[in-house]
């Protein structure tokens, strides 16, 4: 199953708030989800406007969940430590991939001089 952390869509015509929600991506925007761990009031004033719970969102992540375009800018906004541990998680992970595929190219090359 594979898990996004988006936006869902709520309220009235010209009155939409969002919940940050962690949900299947097969489900419909607006459909079943797993956990809501923020929102978003875009109407709201500065200060309270957006609300992710950190603690949650890094759970989320830490099992593999992926963020949307726009979910990713407002947690950038709100959580910029998990955005951070994100980021390093990826860069480790294509730092080992490059290792491996260097390991299976020296390898060949050996089998190739015999």
């Keep these: 199953m594979a898990v996004k952390i988006r ?3 709520q309220g009235c015509k010209n009155r939409t ?12 925007r607006d459909g079943k989800y797993l956990e809501t761990i923020g929102w978003y009031q875009p109407l709201a ?8 719970q950190e603690d949650r969102l890094s759970h989320w992540l830490q ?3 992926e963020l949307s375009e ?4 407002l947690v950038k906004k709100a959580a910029p430590t998990a955005i951070l541990a994100l980021k390093e998680r990826e860069a480790l992970k294509r730092g080992k991939e490059i290792a491996q595929r260097k390991a299976a190219q020296k390898s060949q090359e050996r089998k190739g001089q015999k």
């Design 63 to 65: 099992l593999g969940a």
């Design 45 to 52: 004033k500065e200060d309270s406007q957006l609300f992710v």
């Design 17 to 28: 708030t969002y919940r940050l929600v962690v949900a299947d991506s097969r489900s419909p």
């Design 70 to 73: 726009r979910a990713e800018s």
């Design 7 to 9: 936006l869902r869509q």
